[in-house]
């Protein structure tokens, strides 16, 4: 049972790249959700699903886009990524409270 | 919108001691708290939570404390450990939905040996 996990633990993009933050669990869990962590700062929530072909905008969607095709997997996509987007991200699942992934820590330059 | 806001970026005790981390939230409706613990480098990680029907609950050394008239959260460690030392963040259930949690700045806690 991992738990939630997600890919690539590290990575530097170029201004204007696009790249997607992967995400898995397999607990099950309807619920899934995309924060972004900037250093000194809680968790801010950019994206979540309540269930598989359901996604609904968090406090902060700008420059982001996510699908939810499966129970399993909740991808977030960045099309032109800028620099204020360098960030770490964490995806969560909950039944009640929120499992957090390890985090992916993002550099755009 | 719902606020959450720490009283103390950081904060330093000795081992053995109990540890007190403080937490205010701005909206009277809020029904549900939760307190994470985040290591360096890693996920947050659940400790407790509460819903505000009522006003304390404990886990293993772990003890939280709401106080709706106020709106103040707490979160009480007991005998701190140096495996205590992290990162902790309370999070309120803002608007009804579990798609909404806010987070509050966080709390440095240091253990000295």
């Known amino acids: 049972n991992a738990g939630v996990t997600q890919t690539p633990k590290f990575r530097i993009l170029k201004i204007g790249q696009s790249m997607t933050l992967q995400c898995t669990q397999d607990?099950?869990?309807?619920?899934m959700y995309w924060y972004r962590q900037d250093p000194g700062m809680g968790l801010k929530l950019i994206y979540y699903?309540?269930?598989?072909?359901?996604?609904d905008k968090g406090e902060v969607p700008n420059g982001y886009n996510v699908s939810r095709s499966t129970t399993e997997d909740f991808p977030l996509r960045l099309e032109l990524a800028a620099p204020s987007q360098t960030s770490v991200y964490f995806c969560?699942?909950?039944?009640?409270?929120?499992?957090f992934g390890p985090g992916t820590r993002l550099t755009v330059t | 919108g719902e606020s959450v806001g720490l009283h103390l970026p950081t904060l330093s005790v000795q081992e053995g001691d109990n540890s007190i981390i403080n937490c205010a939230y701005s909206?009277?409706?809020?029904?549900?708290f939760i307190w994470y613990k985040q290591e360096s480098g890693k996920g947050p990680q659940f400790i407790i939570d509460i819903r505000s029907n009522m006003d304390k609950r404990q886990g293993q050394r772990v003890t939280v404390l709401l106080n709706k008239t106020v709106k103040h959260l707490s979160l009480q460690i007991a005998a701190t450990q140096p495996g205590d030392s992290a990162v902790y963040f309370c999070a309120v259930l803002g608007g009804g939905s579990q798609g909404n949690l806010i987070f509050g700045k966080g709390t440095k806690l240091s253990v000295k040996p």
């Open positions: 909206n009277s409706a809020s029904d549900y």
């Open positions: 699903s309540v269930g598989a072909g359901i996604t």
């Open positions: 969560a699942t909950s039944h009640h409270e929120q499992y």
């Open positions: 607990m099950n869990h309807n619920y």
